[in-house]
Structure formats: structure tokens, C-alpha cells
């Protein structure tokens, strides 16, 4: 499929952040018109004075309703929110609607008793920057980065290729999967890290009350380790409290894991200790050499 | 004090990798002559064809008995092999020992039990590359960083003055302390964050065998996470196995916040857990800040 198969008249991005004004900078060559949809009057007036959207609004319904797609590009919530309560009889038939929300299943399912004859499918683009808000956008954000795909009950085989098109005009590589099989990846790859490195924080500030030195010593090891810990937490509990259940299997599964360490470790066989690591080095190792022959 | 205060007729560096050639070039303008110890031919090449050092054998007495200063830049193991078994009667009453070694007690008790006469101090530098090997060597690799120094039962005040000197003449930060609190403090943000690393990617490489999707949506987050994951088996084998309480103690800390983040997660309390997770937001934030005021 080629990225001129996504052409729309409107395009909708609700929420003008810096994923969402990323979305508008990227797909403005595919449309007649892109409108943002944001509560906030200094992220509407950003958007459209650096030309990241024609015009932007904060009535939901005036935002969406003539659009042909609508991105909600807010948080995990606030999307929840909007597609079980508001947004569904503003949209035209036919409309196709996309999230980017984090976390796909309930999501996924409050698109499902959307009014049939909307084209809801689930999105979840794996990319992002240190910084934050419109001002932060780049059209390039999405380029060459995974965007999957879940299909919902309202995803018809239409809605299905014109989904696949809009992420073939970001540039991005499109991955398609059902919203439980995602939960369970990102419970794995990003939120078990996120709660390992907020734990690791704790400790060593529960450690820095008693001996400050931790904070004069610690270095690049732990500056990589405590960077997913400054995290939104809004967005984290947002996340994490739609991934429950997903997240709490990861957790046990990796307490087994360091069971295993921990035991090598205090039977003081450091050949066994380092066998016992030596697999997890290999993989970190074969996937970097993947992730960058990629690039 | 200056750094004017630090002189040496000769220094041998034992163990010509990154570290060791770093210091070697770092030191240099303070010292008639700096030989290098080392038994692989390649590394005693390369540091004498790149002048890191003046000369190099293979053979640690010679290598080390005309010398004022010596400096142990090998892996802790071969550290307290050297420290135990070999050096003592090779070095002049007088002569400055130090090491680099990971973790201090185990090195800092064997260095107590040296010919008294030997000025013996325990080292741990705060820093490293990506890079290893004597190729990878750099003048600046000590600059603005924390050297920490730890007494033995061989440093006299004046061995203390020579090592403070040493470490100002390398452009490091001194931090003196005793040896255990170092492996504590070095348990809670070296050593424990690399088990978490190894054993998230553990974890995710279990995942991977049923799902391998992981391995295609991991980004940025699980990147940094297993970084450590990949660090060299036979070097974290030696610090975990000469760090065994210390590192027991941070782990049994870090399940209790692991404990107290699951719990608030399976209760599906967004908010108290939001609230959870706070202070260590604000606390890595903080210590960003104030590293990041330093440079």
C-alpha cells in the first residue's frame, strides 16, 4: 500500500499536545483542513500561530462533527471518557476514529458500543520525546517508529485499510494486534520498567535519609535506571490503573526472576551467579544490534 | 590543597585497560616516568605505541619495585589476588598503593594485612565509557568526578595526603569514607540496579519466547532499563560476590517498595497510588537538577 492512499478532507486531533500536534504537522499534506480540539486556550493559540492546525476550538462537537477522521491523541482516561460519553453521536457515519492511548483493551472496548457505522480502531504509536506540549511537535515524531494497531468492534475492513493508510502517511511501520495481546507487551517492555525504576528510587532515597552520599555517588548506571520514575503521573496512573492486571502478572513473573538472582547471589557461587546472568546480557545485547542494524 | 602537591618518580599502573590508561595519561605530567603492567602483549603495545605509558612488561616485580606509586586498575578479584598473595614484597617501604576497585571491605582488609611500610589506600572513581580497553583511554576520564578513598590499616596521615593529592592532581572530587559504607552506598546505585536490569531483561526475554512482538515495540524506556544488563559477567560476578550482604540488604529493601507499589496497584486505587509514586518523582527530579547545576 502506498501513503497516497490516505487522503481526508478534516482532519480532527483532540488533545494538542506534543503527540497530537505532531499528528497535525505530519498529516496536514493528506488533508484539506486539520482542527484541533483542546480545553486549553494557550495550547489552541500555539497550535494554530506556528501553523500546526487551520483552527482550533474547545466544543468537542464543533471540533469533530463535519471531520471524515478524528485522532484522540489525550490521556488514557480522558480518551475512556470521551468515547463512552461524548464523542460518539457528534461523528458522522463513516468517520474514521483512532486513539493513541497507552493502554488498548478498555479503550478497545468503549469503541466497541460506539454507534455502528463509526470506523473505530485502537492506536498506540511506540514514540515520544523528553519534552512535552505543543511546542515540543515534530513531524517526524512518528517516522520509522512501530504504531500498532487494534482492532475493535466497530473496525470494519474499511476502517482497517484507512487506519493502516494514516500510519503509512506518518511514516511509521504499522504492527497489527488485538488489544489484550498489547496490554500484556507494554505491561512486559514499558510499565514493569516504569515501576522498577520508581521502586529503585525509593530505596535509595529511603537509603540517602540515613547517608547522603548515595546522591553524591550515584552516576550514570543509576541516572539511567531513575529517568522512567520522573515520569507523569497522571499519565502513569492512567495507565497503570487500565493495565491492572496485565501489570501485576509481569511483577510476579519478574520477582521470580530475581528470586533466582538473589538466590545465586547468596549461595555465594559466583559461577553459577554469572551463568544464571549471562543469558539476560546476551539478549540486551542481540536486541541493541537489531534495534540499530534497523537504523 | 594544589595539585602542585602531588609528585612521583615513577608510577606503575597495573592493568592497561580504560582505566588504567586514563590514568596513566592523567598522571603523567606528575610523574619523571609511568610504566604499565599488564600480561596481555596487545594492551602493552598499544599503550606504549600510543605513549599512554613509557614502558611495560609483563612482569608485576619488576614492573612495580622502583616505583613511589602504584596503582591496581585491574578487576577486583585480580585486585585482592595481587593484594594477598604477590605485591607486598615487591614494593619499597613508602611506596603509595592504591587501587580502582568496584567494591572496597574485601581489597581494604586485604591491604591491612601488607608489610607495615606500604602506604595503602582503597580507590573507587565514579567513572567509565561504553568503551573498554586501552584504545578507549582519555586524560579527562577522572575530571569533576568522585574518586572516593577508603583507609586500610596501612594508611598513615601521610599516605592519606598522598592519595588526596593524587586524586586532585587527576582533576577528580575526593570523597573520603570507610569501606563498608561504600559497599552499601554502591549496593543501592550500582549493584541493585543492575540485577533489577538483568533481571527485567530476563523477564521480558521469557515474554519474548511466547510473544516476540516485546522485542519489536521495546523503546526507548526498556533501553535504558537493560543497559546494565549488558555489563561485562566476569566484572559484575566479581563485585556481586565481594558485595554479597550489602547488595542482600538493598534488595530485601527494594521488595518492600516493589510490595507497597503492587499492593496499591491491585487495590485499583488511582489516586493513593499516584501519591505512592510521587516522592520518587520528585526525588529523581531533584537529584537531576542538582547534577545537572554541577556541570
Given amino acids: ?82 468515547v463512552e460519553k461524548r464523542i460518539g453521536s457528534y461523528l458522522r457515519s463513516n468517520t474514521l476514529l483512532i486513539d493513541i492511548g497507552s493502554t488498548k483493551a478498555d479503550i478497545c472496548t468503549a469503541m466497541g458500543s460506539l454507534p455502528i457505522g463509526i470506523q473505530a480502531v485502537g492506536g498506540h504509536p511506540m514514540t515520544g520525546k523528553e519534552t512535552s506540549g505543543i511546542e515540543a511537535s515534530d513531524a517526524t515524531l512518528y517516522q520509522n517508529r ?74 550514570g548506571g543509576f541516572r539511567d535506571m531513575s529517568r522512567l520514575a520522573a515520569q507523569d503521573l497522571s499519565m502513569m496512573g492512567d495507565i497503570l490503573s487500565t493495565n491492572t492486571q496485565a501489570v501485576a502478572t509481569l511483577l510476579a513473573l519478574f520477582r521470580m526472576q530475581l528470586a533466582m538472582i538473589e538466590a545465586m547471589l547468596i549461595d555465594r557461587d559466583q559461577q553459577k551467579l554469572t551463568e544464571l546472568l549471562r543469558p539476560a546480557r546476551e539478549a540486551r545485547l542481540a536486541w541493541i544490534k537489531q534495534l540499530e542494524g534497523k537504523r
Fill in 1 to 82: 500500500m502506498s501513503s497516497g492512499g490516505f487522503r481526508a478532507r478534516q482532519i480532527s486531533i483532540v488533545g494538542l499536545g506534543l503527540m497530537g500536534g505532531s499528528l497535525a504537522l505530519a498529516l496536514r499534506p493528506y488533508a484539506e483542513a486539520v482542527i484541533g480540539v483542546d480545553p486549553n486556550p494557550f495550547a489552541r493559540a500555539a497550535a494554530v500561530e506556528r501553523g500546526i492546525v487551520d483552527s482550533a476550538t474547545d466544543n468537542l462537537r464543533d471540533g469533530v462533527h463535519v471531520s471524515d477522521v478524528v485522532i484522540l491523541a489525550a490521556p488514557v482516561r480522558a480518551i475512556i471518557d470521551l
Fill in 146 to 219: 512501530p504504531f500498532v494497531l487494534c482492532p475493535t468492534r466497530r473496525t470494519t475492513p474499511a476502517a482497517r485499510l484507512r487506519a493502516l493508510a494514516l500510519v503509512e502517511a506518518l511514516g511509521a511501520v504499522a504492527i497489527e494486534m488485538d488489544a489484550q495481546r498489547h496490554d500484556r507487551v507494554v505491561a512486559a517492555i514499558s510499565h514493569l520498567p516504569y515501576i522498577l525504576s520508581a521502586a529503585l528510587v525509593a530505596t535509595v532515597a529511603a537509603e540517602g535519609r540515613s547517608d547522603d552520599a548515595v546522591w553524591r555517588l550515584a552516576a
